[in-house]
């Protein structure tokens, strides 16, 4: 079955065609830990989850890359400011490695608590300045850079198609915008950013450089580790919107810049979790956090569930009503997606003699229906509205790899124990049939495992069993 993904590059719909068939490079950009996510960070990695899922469930051998942002990001985007982990460690008081070892746990945590699957590769910023540095030399030999009292900046201007991403050329790229952060009169561009931070002599973390002691821009560490475990070119790109317009931008112009070749096939971006119409920031103060949805008294699941709901290119409006001590709160699209997740583990814990898709054939043609919106740009809500229509504890379990609901914890059937071995004798017989297309014979020994008190599910995992 096809797979169709939104790239944003080229603002269309295309059948996806990896490098490699059978194989995937996924890279994510990951959390700056300097402090906790919020659930509108989380929004955005657990779209990346899904789409990871996603692409296994097609059959993909999936290779998922997110960093660890541990040092030089700053407080704008566009390099101004204070660098985030340098406020963290003048906040708490602690070491910047403290800091970021405490917040990348915190993180990870956080992932478990929404089922989000760890990436294969979590690597840290700190941990790649080498290849950040030959990065920028090799940029730097090819006459894409020049040097001014603050570091190494990144020649926009010698990039024809710079600015392809966010759909607007370096004209276009107003003084205006950017001049307000611009603290380098010898900046030549307000679109040039910085590779490499050399009068910064009072940062906590430095490097010897080619260019003098300092610390690596955000932008060349997404790049440098990108390439280090994908490849100079792969396959998908994801972040979310705020990506676009500067630091997905800058990405592609220096990686297209150093290597010569196209950086990313698919760019893919999530849309904001707003609150009161309004992005959710850490800046904005009194941000949720997953601790923050289980102090109120929710499962972090529900907020997956909640999330499933929405298109991840679609806005996802969160109206969070805080109690008067500050910490707790809620949400009443939390509680109904709280409910409705309640009552979907109760309808699949119980028996399955209410199953409506009665044969092997139907299974298949409701399954289908479901993959289809799932390899249409990743339509989760279709694919939900579909699971419910069908109305198939079978047909839930068999999703559940993408859902990542945790129906085998959470809607345990009852009963369920070890099958005798002539019983899983017919189970077998019957996957043989399926594989087959058999349908006429695995329904027979479906009934035939149901005459001896057992039934039967199929999931991508293979069959699985409970005593009736």
């Given amino acids: 079955?096809?797979?169709?993904?939104?790239?944003?590059?080229?603002?269309?719909?295309?059948?996806?065609?990896?490098?490699?068939?059978?194989?995937?490079?996924l890279y994510t950009c990951g959390p700056t830990v300097y402090n906790y996510a919020?659930?509108?960070?989380?929004?955005?990695?657990?779209?990346?989850?899904?789409?990871?899922?996603?692409?296994?469930?097609?059959?993909?051998?999936?290779?998922?890359?997110?960093?660890?942002?541990?040092?030089?990001?700053?407080?704008?985007?566009?390099?101004?400011?204070?660098?985030?982990?340098?406020?963290?460690?003048?906040?708490?008081k602690k070491d910047p490695y403290q800091i970021a070892r405490f917040y990348e746990e915190?993180?990870?945590?956080?992932?478990?608590?929404?089922?989000?699957?760890?990436?294969?590769v979590l690597p840290r910023?700190?941990?790649?300045?080498?290849?950040?540095?030959?990065?920028?030399?090799?940029?730097?030999?090819?006459?894409?850079?020049?040097?001014?009292?603050?570091?190494?900046?990144?020649?926009?201007?010698?990039?024809?198609?710079?600015g392809k991403l966010e759909k607007k050329n370096l004209a276009e790229q107003l003084v205006g915008a950017r001049e307000d952060v611009n603290i380098d009169p010898d900046k030549r561009h307000p679109a040039d950013f910085v590779l490499w931070f050399s009068n910064k002599p009072n940062h906590i973390m430095n490097w010897e450089s080619p260019w003098g002691v300092g610390y690596p821009g955000w932008h060349i560490e997404c790049s440098a580790m990108?390439?280090?475990?994908?490849?100079?070119?792969?396959?998908?790109?994801?972040?979310?919107?705020?990506?676009?317009?500067?630091?997905?931008?800058?990405?592609?112009?220096?990686?297209?810049?150093?290597?010569?070749?196209?950086?990313?096939?698919?760019?893919?971006?999530?849309?904001?979790?707003?609150?009161?119409?309004?992005?959710?920031?850490?800046?904005?103060?009194?941000?949720?956090t997953v601790q923050t949805l289980v102090d109120s008294g929710y499962d972090?699941?529900?907020?997956?569930?909640?999330?499933?709901?929405?298109?991840?290119?679609?806005?996802?409006?969160?109206?969070?009503?805080?109690?008067?001590?500050?910490?707790?709160?809620?949400?009443?699209?939390?509680?109904?997606?709280?409910?409705?997740?309640?009552?979907l583990y109760e309808r699949l814990a119980s028996s399955n003699t209410d199953e409506p898709l009665t044969t092997d054939a139907a299974f298949e043609e409701a399954r289908s229906d479901v993959m289809t919106h799932l390899g249409d740009d990743l339509n989760l809500p279709k694919a939900v509205a579909t699971l419910h229509t069908y109305g198939s504890p079978r047909l839930w379990r068999a999703f559940d790899p993408v859902l990542g609901l945790d129906f085998d914890k959470n809607a345990a059937p009852r009963g369920q124990t070890t099958a005798p071995s002539d019983v899983q004798a017919l189970v077998e017989e019957r996957e043989t049939a399926r594989k087959s297309r058999d349908w006429a014979r695995s329904d027979a020994l479906r009934k035939q495992i149901s005459e001896m008190g057992w039934e039967v599910a199929d999931t991508p995992q293979g069959p699985t069993l409970k005593q009736r």
């Fill in 38 to 92: 919020h659930i509108g960070n989380l929004r955005t990695f657990l779209f990346e989850d899904l789409l990871a899922r996603t692409l296994k469930l097609f059959g993909y051998d999936v290779t998922h890359v997110m960093n660890i942002t541990d040092v030089g990001h700053m407080t704008s985007d566009a390099d101004a400011g204070e660098d985030k982990m340098a406020i963290a460690a003048e906040r708490e």
């Fill in 1 to 25: 079955m096809d797979f169709f993904l939104y790239n944003t590059l080229t603002r269309t719909r295309e059948k996806f065609e990896p490098m490699t068939p059978g194989r995937v490079g």
């Fill in 226 to 288: 990108s390439m280090k475990y994908l490849g100079e070119t792969f396959d998908i790109h994801c972040g979310g919107i705020d990506h676009i317009p500067v630091h997905n931008t800058n990405e592609i112009a220096q990686s297209e810049a150093a290597t010569g070749h196209p950086f990313v096939h698919y760019w893919m971006h999530a849309a904001f979790l707003n609150m009161g119409g309004k992005k959710v920031s850490k800046s904005a103060g009194g941000f949720v």
């Fill in 125 to 162: 910023a700190t941990e790649h300045v080498a290849e950040m540095i030959a990065l920028n030399r090799q940029l730097e030999e090819k006459g894409f850079t020049y040097t001014t009292r603050e570091g190494l900046y990144f020649d926009t201007s010698k990039v024809p198609d710079y």
């Fill in 300 to 343: 972090p699941l529900a907020y997956r569930y909640l999330c499933l709901q929405a298109h991840y290119r679609s806005p996802l409006d969160f109206a969070w009503e805080w109690n008067d001590d500050g910490k707790t709160g809620r949400a009443e699209s939390l509680d109904n997606a709280a409910g409705g997740l309640k009552r």
């Fill in 106 to 120: 915190a993180f990870v945590t956080d992932l478990a608590r929404l089922n989000i699957r760890r990436p294969d």
